[in-house]
């Protein structure tokens, strides 16, 4: 089976993404598989195989291997005597900005191009934390109180202390901060306003309860995942995620009881039908006294959350044999055409 994978971008979360590309490639050795780079610039490059590695990236070397173009159903690799199509279905693995914001998502729906991972109408509800409450909460789905506050218009936060302070629209936990007293806010603020305008207050609740749970539709129904209950000091930092995107083994299953592990999945199916079709996504959960809350929706994954899964490359091939279609809409001119022989011309 032919896969390209598409990492790098235009974001925080670039390197990151390049650490999941290289992890999802060794646990889908059976695949025959492509690479296809973006830099921060927005242009694509053809890396091979013996150059997937992370300082293939670092050291530049990426800019003497193939330059690709996106073009009508595919890449095109352009060169002196001719050019080469590569059209294959891609996993977008771009983290953060660019792959999870729907712009990659819209160029490949705009050229025809067949892809894993979250449609533009996805991306854009679960790129940004502050609308993914409102669609969660909106579908049944319950989260915690929070509150919203950007650059200029920094309101007094109602909000007791301790709370948490997260950018709206960034993952891998950059810029989050836990604030326990009015002498640490004013740090906390600068520093997640240095990553975005948007910003998220919830209340910190120390040792609450974690779960995350993944999942996909093929055929019209919902594999899920193993639940997993990470193991976390007070929350997940962005070091202890950049390790998380490197793993490979299969986690230990969360020992939780059968009725949670319902609630779990009812919660993701209401979310994931049917905005998620043709991605792979992982929904954080926290449960409080048997409620169930949505904490965050990951459309990209780190690793593509492989180590959730029996049979991970089963995964990525179910998916791929049950990807949405677009409906082509084909342009006739009737209404020109009647128009002009009516006017005789």
Not at 182 to 195: H, I, M, P, Q, T
Request: proline share 4%.
């Amino acid at each position: 089976m032919k896969l390209a994978i598409l990492f790098g971008g235009a974001s925080y979360e670039h390197e990151i993404s390049i650490v999941s590309a290289i992890t999802v490639k060794g646990k889908l050795s059976n695949f025959d598989l492509s690479f296809i780079f973006c830099d921060q610039d927005h242009r694509f490059y053809l890396i091979d195989d013996a150059n997937m590695k992370a300082t293939t990236f670092s050291r530049a070397k990426h800019l003497k291997m193939p330059q690709l173009t996106l073009v009508k159903g595919g890449f095109e690799q352009r060169g002196l005597f001719g050019s080469k199509m590569h059209m294959l279905p891609i996993l977008n693995l771009i983290h953060g900005g660019d792959g999870e914001d729907g712009s990659i998502a819209a160029l490949f729906d705009f050229y025809g191009v067949s892809f894993i991972g979250p449609r533009k109408e996805a991306s854009m509800l679960s790129f940004d934390k502050h609308y993914t409450k409102w669609f969660a909460q909106s579908m049944g789905v319950q989260t915690l109180p929070y509150e919203v506050i950007t650059r200029n218009n920094s309101k007094t936060i109602a909000t007791p202390y301790p709370f948490i302070i997260k950018p709206s629209c960034l993952g891998s936990s950059i810029g989050v901060s836990i604030v326990r007293q009015e002498s640490e806010l004013a740090y906390a603020l600068d520093v997640a306003f240095e990553f975005d305008t948007t910003l998220l207050i919830e209340p910190f609740i120390s040792g609450v309860k974690e779960y995350n749970l993944a999942g996909y539709s093929s055929r019209g129904e919902i594999t899920y995942s193993i639940v997993e209950e990470p193991q976390k000091v007070e929350f997940l930092d962005f070091e202890k995620k950049y390790l998380d995107f490197s793993r490979s083994a299969k986690v230990t299953e969360a020992v939780v009881s059968d009725t949670l592990v319902s609630q779990l999945r009812d919660a993701f199916k209401i979310l994931y039908t049917p905005l998620f079709e043709g991605a792979l996504i992982r929904c954080d959960f926290f449960e409080i006294d048997g409620v169930v809350y949505l904490n965050e929706i990951n459309p990209i994954p780190g690793s593509m959350a492989n180590y959730l899964f029996e049979d991970f490359s089963g995964a990525i091939n179910a998916l791929l044999g049950s990807l949405p279609i677009k409906k082509e809409i084909r342009i006739q001119y009737d209404y020109i055409h009647s128009i002009s022989q009516a006017k005789g011309k």
